[in-house]
Each structure stands twice: as C-alpha cells, then as structure tokens.
C-alpha cells in the first residue's frame, strides 16, 4: 500500500486515525531513526492499527534561523522515499509555521496529537523535547498522555561503534570525508538525491559527461571527488549504476556555487530532468584546480580506474 501524507492536522480521514506513531524531525532517517520507528511497529501491529512518522516541514530549525547554513542530511522528498522503503503506512508531515511553532507542549499535545491527528501511541527518543521554546519534556509528555488517552514509549539512544548515533555526528562525519563512518550511522549510504539540471557540458566536451545536480539546502560533505552508486529513479534509464562524482566549486572555470557533477560509468544517454539518487561510497581525492585541461583529463581517468575498483569489491 502507498504511504499516506497528512501535511494539515485538521484534516484528517477517520481511517487514518488510531495510529501509532514515531515523532521526530528524522533527519537523514539513521539507526536511532530506525529504532525509534520499530518501535511504533510493534505496537502498530500489536494494536492492528497504521504505522505513522509525524515531522514537520520545513524542519524547525529552519524556520527560526532561515539564513543559517545549509544543514539537512536530506530533503522532504528523500525522506519520504526512504520512510516509504521502511514501510511506513501514514506521513503526517506537518507544515510548520508560526502558528504551529507558538502551541505550548499542552496545546501541541491536545491539538495535534489527540484531537488532530487521533493518535492511540506515540514513540519519541530520549532526548526529546517539543512546544513553544522546546519547553515540553518527555515526562510532560507521558502526563498529557495519561490525561488525554494516548500512549507513550520513550525510546533509548542508540549507539553505534563510533559512539551515539545522531544526525549531527554523521554531518562531522561527511564534513571530513567518511562517508563510510556516516553509512555506518545511517543504516545506508548517505544519499544526495533531485533532478538532474542543466550545466556547462564542459564534461561532455572532455570526454567524461555529468549528470548535475544542486546542493541547496543540503549539508555540503567534504569538498572532492567520490566513488559513488548511482539509483537513477524514473524516466526510460530507470535502474541502478555506477559511477565516480565531483562534489564542489570547479576552481579551473572560477566558478563558486557548489554542486554535484556525477559520470556514470558505461552510460549513454539523456538524463536532463531525470530524479537521481547519488550514494556516497568513498573519498577519492580533494578538488584540486590543474594547470591545464590534458592535466585534468589524466586525472579524472585515473578517478574512474579508482572509483571502479573500489566499487567492484560491493
């Protein structure tokens, strides 16, 4: 069955209602992620009722800092495709503006939780906190539970080899070249997905052709060139590939807008439009500015030769 998104709480079909739900911005949807929602499973089938993820968009944070950095691990339509992999029944997505920002933890549990959404239980982590100022706790959560008729299970934080699982540690982690750790932490590969969009062809016209795509609103991962997995998701080339992808400024041409060029190996063909999904397998090399282009282009084969032994050994 395809999942369902609610992005209003006052609307809401009667079938929808009775849930069980994980609660969290789920940012990256990692380990600590994933748990959180397993639990909201068993009690989903235990009771017989949806399994739900209830989050907001845009994400808090950006709400009340808009001009801060670019920090999401992804955006709302990644998000929802990897919920929907995990087999989540209901989105409740919600928009949060200001009127949803000022609800005091009471108000965001009456209005939303209870009588908006028609929630039976709800799964939080630990470290949760919600309303007006972030000023409700989970035991202010479990007292309006009781007092409103929901259930709620606090779920443990989760800890991997390199210590708690969080969306921040797996930002450090591709900050400084490891997708590798951060795949660790996330249960996948840290992806970078949307539409392929127009460039300069400049990698056509050297023999490797890109597929580009945008890096707005998304945490930026070391600057340099990477072994990647390529899911192309719709269009005649739907299918899985690999490929080797520059991630960064392109100093050679004096450009400074940062964005993802990828050259998928063995592929011909148009993808302008086309929705990608870009897997961050290893760190190559950093973006490096080459006297010349003969130069470049030695380079850039070497990558590829690297990026496909790497990639063979999956």
């Known amino acids: 069955m395809r999942m369902r998104v ?6 809401v079909e009667a079938a929808d209602k009775g849930a069980s739900v994980a609660i969290g911005n789920f940012d990256g ?7 959180v929602i397993d639990i909201a499973r ?3 089938d235990s009771r017989n009722v949806p399994l739900g993820v209830l989050t907001f968009e845009p994400h808090p944070r950006s709400h009340f800092a808009p001009d801060a950095p670019s920090f999401r691990l992804m955006g709302s339509e990644a998000r929802k495709t990897r919920l929907a992999k995990l087999g989540v029944d209901i989105l409740c997505e919600l928009n949060f503006n200001a009127n949803l920002s000022v609800l005091t933890p009471e108000a965001f549990a009456q209005k939303v939780i209870k009588d908006g959404l028609g929630l039976s239980h709800v799964v939080v982590g630990a470290d949760f906190c919600f309303g007006r100022g972030r000023a409700g706790s989970i035991e202010d959560l479990k007292s309006f539970g009781e007092k409103m008729g929901f259930d709620v299970t606090i779920a443990p934080l989760l800890a991997a080899g390199l210590g708690e699982v969080s969306s921040t540690s797996i930002r450090i982690a591709l900050s400084e070249g490891r997708p590798e750790d951060a795949a660790e932490q996330l249960g996948h590969w840290h992806r970078i997905e949307g539409p392929v969009v127009g460039g300069e062809q400049r990698g056509r016209e050297l023999g490797f052709p890109t597929a580009n795509m945008s890096m707005d ?4 991962p070391k600057i340099g060139v990477y072994a990647v997995l390529v899911d192309v998701q719709d269009g005649p080339y739907r299918g899985t590939y690999k490929g080797a992808a520059s991630l960064g400024v392109r100093p050679m041409f004096g450009e400074n807008t940062p964005n993802l060029e990828t050259f998928i ?3 011909s063909g148009d993808l302008y439009g086309t929705h ?3 897997a961050l397998v290893e760190f190559l090399r950093p973006e490096l500015k080459f006297d010349g282009l003969d130069p470049l282009i030695v380079q850039m084969a070497k ?3 690297q990026a496909r032994e790497i990639l063979s050994k999956l």
């Open 6 to 11: 609610i992005r209003d709480y006052a609307f």
């Open 29 to 35: 949807v990692h380990l600590g992620h994933q748990s």
């Open 42 to 44: 068993t009690e989903a």
């Open 217 to 220: 609103g998304l945490h930026l």
């Open 265 to 267: 190996f063995d592929f």
């Open 276 to 278: 990608l999904s870009i």
């Open 303 to 305: 990558d590829c030769d």
